[in-house]
């Protein structure tokens, strides 16, 4: 694994463990969710993925691929959802991490998400 795809599944594993101060962010680091800006600096960002309700549903991530293009790394992974041990929903979460390898912090997140059924 590169240095930069472990920069972004450090990032995909704090959507699950709920701990942002793993994340190295850069100070003026954003993140956009299907162009609408969700992130507004680094601490902001760990702040959300450590108490944002947003990401208290999230259950698990899988079938995680990465691939490193200059300094971004592109992902695609499948996340499941729930309540109280029972997943609810399943979606994919395209993003692509801009990590320079001068600093291996992660300076933007473009995200996108398409909504799956569950599968009874």
């Known amino acids: 694994m590169t240095d930069r795809i472990a920069v972004a599944r450090s990032y995909i594993d704090a959507l699950v463990s709920h701990d942002g101060k793993s994340v ?13 800006k969700t992130g507004r600096s680094g601490k902001h960002l760990q702040r959300s993925l450590s108490r944002g309700p947003q990401y208290r549903v999230i259950m698990g991530v899988r079938k995680l691929d990465a691939a490193v293009d200059g300094d971004v790394v592109h992902t695609e992974y499948l996340l499941d959802a729930g309540l109280f041990g029972r997943r609810l929903a399943t979606v994919r979460i395209t993003e692509d991490f801009v990590i320079p390898s001068s600093d291996l912090l992660i300076h933007r997140i473009d995200a996108k998400i398409t909504f799956r059924k569950k599968r009874q």
């Open 24 to 36: 190295p962010f850069a100070r003026g680091a954003v993140r956009y969710e299907v162009g609408v």
